[in-house]
Nanobody
Framework: QVQLVESGGGLVQAGGSLRLSCAAS????????MGWFRQAPGKEREFVAA????????RYSDSVKGRFTISRDDAKNTVYLQMNSLKPEDTAVYYC????????????????????WGQGTQVTVSS
């Protein structure tokens, strides 16, 4: 089992940047595929970015491609989401998620495929 704690959210002006972090407990972080999702008020949780074990693969939603970068540091048990050129429509609660997998190829983009979730961190982008 793994516990996830997000940090790094906040209020930023449009065009600005934030870096979210998700720290995981446990010794087997490297065996998890990781993902970031977000949920705005009144909307469903949506996929943002995902990264496979050992960062073999990454994937992004079309809405953030070219602006956001997901990365992981297995030595620090942490996954990051660098968010640049932020827009007001990026405003949401951002969640990280973990999926235990044996394959370095596994990428998960659907929320119910993930077993573990953090509590979320609020990102607000002002216009």
């Amino acid at each position: 089992q793994v516990q996830l704690v997000e940090s790094g959210g906040g209020l930023v002006q449009a065009g600005g940047s934030l870096r979210l972090s998700c720290a995981a407990s446990g010794r087997t972080f490297s065996s998890y595929a990781m993902g970031w999702f977000r949920q705005a008020p009144g909307k469903e949780r949506e996929f943002v970015a995902a990264i496979s074990r050992i960062a073999f693969n990454t994937r992004y939603s079309d809405s953030v491609k070219g602006r956001f970068t997901i990365s992981r540091d297995d030595a620090k048990n942490t996954v990051y989401l660098q968010m640049n050129s932020l827009k007001p429509e990026d405003t949401a609660v951002y969640y990280c998620a973990a999926d235990p997998t044996n394959s370095v190829l596994t990428i998960r983009t659907i929320h119910w495929e993930y077993d573990y979730w953090g509590q979320g961190t609020q990102v607000t982008v002002s216009s």
